[in-house]
């Protein structure tokens, strides 16, 4: 995947002026000169302020255009709300039988908003009012009170079921439609796994996905050119950003199947990517070594960037947890990034206490791998190095707020190995380890390679515990303790969905 540049935009404010105006120019009650809220506004905008240096100054986009591009005809708006209000697709069919001749044109470019408020420096709440102003409440989804399956099944299914009725206005918005996430990776996946149940349902097209970096990481967001994080106190920024979302060319991005197998009785505190399924079995071309219990357990979930094993993941779990206990910590991508490497050093990967068996420390002892290679159906056997304490299986280029553990390797090193060069939509994973945290760290800053092990086309992961009783694991930026058993394995087991996910490419 060729690189795109981050994007970023300049303030535009005078600097004799330190009045906060409102985001898109409308003076409303609750601005800062009417609240008394300035000092507040304006302590977001000096964390904002970090995120300045590239090239979108004097763009301007006229508020009317852009509503006409993306803004529903009222009567499919409040169809679509009552459907979600009343989990029932069928729900909003009166508002077509009572538009009384009203004749309604689909926009170029109809548009719903998912925001999620918890994400990165928790923004959310901001945003969520700035774009309603520009929108509509209806087509602007707080993830806290509408979760994306909902609006697939209800708010996208009564469009649907109004242009099966003949409703061609309806049929033109459904085949327009397309999504914006407001969040960070773990938010995007949640939204893009929510919309590739059409594709099962035959429920086509899929509508395509742009993003607007809140999270704390954003490398989906940086793979597709819509940069690293988002400028908040610049009233141009929303507008050029739905401005992009509406024109910007489509790009493919693999997704990846993770089903996890434990044995029954095995409590997990897992994240929304994960759901619980009945469905599951492993493949039957590698043959389990050992017994499996009677019962299991049994979750699947779908990943676009990344799956991690180890300390990198346990590191996460714990980061995870303090943001939810302190959430004042989390006051923006800077302030989580120096809190999160503060965190690691506490954690044991850079100075580890003595052990028994310094051996033990490596995941060698807890985890065996198996891969199918590229244009290969018979699994392998992967040793795992015995320094390495984490495993990465990777999708992008992009990792750990957009840096490139994989690198940039040469042709002759990609023959020697038998890699083909890293593409995000190549029906391949990369697997790197990373050893104790200095490895980390110069891995982090691009100094060095990470620790290369393998590409594949599936893996098979298998962890039993001995020593140790929980293993640490995280899929795109949702970390959750994995609770091991001495007596039988749990399973990982990682294959491509066979459709891929269509994204807005923001460059």
Same mark, same amino acid.
């Given at each position: 995947m060729r690189k795109f540049k981050q994007s970023c935009f300049l303030p535009e404010l005078n600097p004799d002026d330190q009045t906060v105006r409102p985001l898109f120019g409308e003076e409303r009650m609750d601005s800062p000169s009417s609240t008394g809220d300035t000092t507040r506004i304006?302590?977001?905008?000096?964390?904002?302020?970090?995120?300045?240096?590239?090239?979108?100054?004097?763009?301007?986009?006229? $508020?009317?255009?852009?509503?006409? !591009?993306?803004?529903?005809?009222?009567?499919?708006?409040?169809?679509?709300?009552?459907?979600?209000?009343?989990?029932?697709p069928t729900a909003g069919e009166n508002r077509f039988h009572d538009k009384s001749g009203?004749?309604?044109?689909?926009?170029?470019?109809?548009?719903? @908003?998912?925001?999620?408020?918890?994400?990165?420096?928790?923004?959310?709440?901001?945003?969520?009012?700035?774009?309603?102003?520009?929108?509509? #409440?209806?087509?602007?989804? &707080?993830?806290?009170?509408?979760?994306?399956?909902?609006?697939?099944r209800y708010g996208l299914g009564c469009i649907e079921k109004l242009a099966d009725q003949g409703d061609s206005c309806a049929k033109e918005t459904r085949e327009r439609m397309r999504v914006?996430?407001?969040?960070?990776? =773990?938010?995007?996946?949640?939204?893009?796994?929510?919309?590739?149940?059409?594709?099962?349902? =035959?429920?086509?097209?899929?509508?395509?996905?742009? @993003?607007?970096?809140?999270?704390?990481?954003?490398?989906?967001?940086?793979?597709f050119g819509w940069g690293g994080s988002f400028p908040f106190a610049w009233k141009s920024a929303i507008k050029r950003s739905l401005d992009r979302a509406c024109t910007g060319p489509l790009g493919r991005l693999d997704s990846w199947r993770i089903l996890l197998s434990m044995p029954a009785?095995?409590?997990? &505190?897992?994240?929304?990517?994960?759901?619980?399924?009945?469905?599951?079995?492993?493949d039957e071309g590698l043959e389990i070594e050992g017994e499996l219990p009677e019962k299991q357990t049994c979750y699947e979930g779908v990943f676009y960037n990344y799956f991690s094993v180890g300390m990198d993941a346990q590191v996460a779990y714990g980061f995870h947890h303090l943001r939810n206990e302190k959430p004042y910590l989390a006051q923006g991508p800077i302030a989580n990034k120096i809190i999160y490497s503060g965190y690691t050093c506490t954690q044991?990967?850079?100075?580890?206490?003595?052990?028994?068996?310094?051996?033990?420390? =490596?995941?060698?002892?807890?985890?065996?791998?198996?891969?199918? $290679?590229?244009?290969?159906? #018979?699994? #392998?056997?992967?040793?795992?190095?015995?320094?390495?304490?984490?495993?990465?299986?990777l999708n992008l280029h992009n990792y750990g707020s957009g840096r490139n553990p994989w690198g940039n390797l040469k042709p002759e090193y990609l023959e020697k190995r038998?890699?083909?060069?890293?593409?995000? &939509?190549?029906?391949?994973?990369?697997?790197?380890?990373?050893?104790?945290?200095?490895?980390?760290?110069?891995?982090?800053?691009?100094?060095?390679?990470?620790?290369?092990?393998?590409?594949?086309?599936?893996?098979?992961?298998?962890?039993?515990?001995?020593?140790?009783?929980?293993?640490?694991?995280?899929?795109?930026?949702?970390?959750? $303790?994995?609770?091991?058993? !001495?007596?039988?394995?749990?399973?990982?087991?990682?294959?491509?969905v066979p459709f891929q996910s269509l994204m807005i490419n923001g460059d």
């Open positions: 304006a302590s977001r905008s000096s964390v904002i302020d970090s995120f300045r240096g590239c090239g979108l100054t004097g763009l301007r986009i006229d $508020k009317e255009e852009l509503k006409r !591009k993306i803004l529903m005809p009222q009567y499919l708006r409040f169809a679509m709300r009552d459907s979600i209000r009343l989990k029932d009203e004749t309604a044109v689909a926009p170029e470019a109809p548009m719903v @908003i998912f925001i999620n408020p918890r994400s990165g420096g928790r923004h959310g709440p901001m945003l969520k009012e700035r774009l309603q102003l520009l929108m509509s #409440e209806e087509q602007v989804f &707080d993830l806290s009170d509408v979760k994306p399956h909902e609006f697939v914006m996430v407001a969040g960070g990776d =773990g938010t995007v996946g949640w939204v893009l796994g929510s919309l590739g149940e059409l594709n099962k349902l =035959g429920r086509v097209p899929v509508p395509p996905v742009g @993003i607007i970096p809140l999270g704390t990481g954003n490398d989906l967001s940086r793979s009785g095995t409590t997990v &505190d897992n994240p929304h990517s994960l759901s619980i399924t009945e469905d599951y079995a492993l044991g990967w850079f100075f580890t206490p003595c052990s028994s068996d310094p051996s033990l420390r =490596g995941l060698r002892n807890i985890l065996r791998m198996h891969v199918k $290679k590229v244009n290969c159906s #018979e699994w #392998e056997q992967v040793p795992v190095p015995s320094s390495v304490r984490a495993i990465v299986v038998g890699f083909v060069e890293a593409h995000a &939509d190549d029906g391949l994973l990369e697997i790197f380890g990373l050893k104790q945290g200095w490895h980390a760290s110069f891995v982090m800053v691009e100094l060095i390679s990470a620790k290369h092990i393998a590409q594949a086309a599936a893996i098979r992961l298998e962890v039993r515990g001995g020593e140790w009783k929980d293993a640490y694991m995280q899929m795109d930026g949702e970390p959750w $303790k994995q609770p091991m058993s !001495k007596d039988f394995s749990t399973f990982v087991e990682i294959t491509r």
